[in-house]
C-alpha cells in the first residue's frame, strides 16, 4: 500500500510499521479530519479464517476495552482495523536511550498497572505484552498497543480440578504452541 492509497474514507500518509499480524500505516480520517492508524491484514491471509478470526477478535476485544491507558478502535473497514493514532515512542526505544530514572518510570509502571487490571476485570488478557506493544505519548501518558493476540476469557466457572483441567483451544490457539513473542 502506498501513500495516498484511501481505505474507505481514510486516506494512507505514511507506513508505521509491520509485524505479525499486518502492516500499520498512519492515515487521515477525511470525515472527522483526524489522524488515525490503520492496521491491515496482509492479502496472504485474506483467505486464512484463522487469521480473519484473530483479527476479528481483536477488533471486538478492543471494541470491549475504554481506558485512558489502552489505545482505542475506532472502527473496522475490509481487512482494516481503524484504530487510535499514538504518538510518540515505543518503551522498546525509550530504553535503548538508557537507563530510566524512577520518577520517569513510577508513573508508567502505575498506567500500565491500572491498564491490565482494567482489562483482566473486563476478562481479557493481552498475551503479546513487551516493550514494544507500549507506547508512551509526548504527555507522558503509557498507552498499551496491540490486542491480536489477546484472549477473551469465558465468566463459566471452572469445573472440578483446576491442576488438572485440560487445555481449551481454538484452532487459532495450540496447547503447547507458544503466543506472541517468546522472550
Known sequence: MSPQSSIAHYRITAK????GMGAVYRATDTKLNRDVAIKVLPDSFANDPDRLARFTREAQVLASLNHPNIAAIYGVEERALILELVEGPTLAERIAQGAMPAAEALPLIHQLIDALEY???KGVVHRDLKPANLKITPEGRLKVLDFGLAKALSNEPA???PASSPTLTMRATLAGVIMGTAG
Not at 508505521?16 to 509485524?19: F, L, P, Q, R
Open 16 to 19: 508505521i510499521g509491520e509485524g
Open 119 to 121: 482489562a483482566h476485570e
Open 159 to 161: 469445573a472440578g480440578d
